[in-house]
């Protein structure tokens, strides 16, 4: 295992378009999560599963964004209509639901939005 | 709610100087709290956490934070820097109080430029 892999590591769309960013956690990890992260600020929380189930889901930026994890293994992000405000480094992480507090997360190296 | 600050956006120390990268914290009950370290293009990497205990902890590749309670600092140190520890470093907390999220509020990040 690789660690966090995250696909595409960069897009460039036009205003308008739809995007979807795909990644594969740990294989032992049940939980997974996306952040937000703009230039100068630390990542922003998205929204996180455990296995397939989305448990907090409030804090996507609009209802243009949106999440799945089918099968409880790889993720998708998807924003709709994107605007240049979306422009940013979206990051995926994973971690053991019971070893978190103790190992943290493990970070993808994201995939850079830029919406043009 | 919980929050963490980080009031240096950069810092420069010379190599082999002993360096420091600040950190403070709010929350309503006890803290959890982490470093991470993100180097160019990378993802962040966990550096290191306090959840209870002895209130200096020591992580990976030097690195140790000392936990202050009463200051409400967590403190990143490393005895003698390295040009290669140059990176952003992003300071977490979590709030364990009861209600309290179970998703880390991530810091600004500091710049760290160690110069030969």
């Known amino acids: 295992d690789t660690g966090v892999s995250q696909d595409p590591r960069h897009k460039i769309t036009k205003r308008g378009q739809n995007v979807t960013f795909r990644c594969d956690p740990i294989?032992?990890?049940?939980?997974l999560y996306w952040y937000r992260q703009t230039l100068g600020q630390g990542p922003e929380f998205l929204t996180y599963?455990?296995?397939?189930?989305?448990?907090?889901k409030s804090r996507l930026l609009s209802d243009r964004f949106s999440a799945e994890r089918p099968k409880g293994s790889f993720s998708t992000l998807e924003i709709q209509r994107t605007e240049q405000g979306d422009s940013a480094m979206y990051l995926c992480?994973?971690?053991?639901?019971?070893?978190?507090?103790?190992?943290?997360?493990?970070f993808g190296s994201g995939t850079r939005l830029t919406v043009v | 709610a919980q929050s963490v600050a980080q009031p240096e956006d950069q810092v420069n120390v010379a190599e082999g100087n002993p360096l420091t990268v600040k950190c403070t914290y709010s929350?309503?009950?006890?803290?959890?709290l982490f470093w991470y370290v993100q180097y160019p293009n990378r993802g962040l990497q966990f550096l290191l956490k306090?959840?209870?205990?002895?209130?200096l902890v020591k992580g990976s590749y030097g690195f140790e934070a000392e936990f202050n309670k009463s200051q409400t600092s967590f403190h990143l140190k490393k005895p003698s820097a390295l040009v290669s520890d140059s990176a952003l470093y992003f300071c977490?907390?979590?709030?364990?109080?009861?209600?309290?999220?179970?998703?880390?509020?991530f810091g600004r990040g500091t710049s760290l430029i160690v110069h030969p």
């Open positions: 992480a994973s971690s053991s639901y019971s070893r978190q507090d103790q190992h943290g997360y493990t």
């Open positions: 294989s032992e990890h049940n939980r």
């Open positions: 599963f455990q296995n397939e189930a989305q448990l907090e």
């Open positions: 929350v309503s009950g006890n803290p959890y």
């Open positions: 306090y959840i209870t205990g002895d209130n």
């Open positions: 977490a907390v979590r709030d364990t109080a009861s209600g309290g999220s179970y998703i880390p509020t």
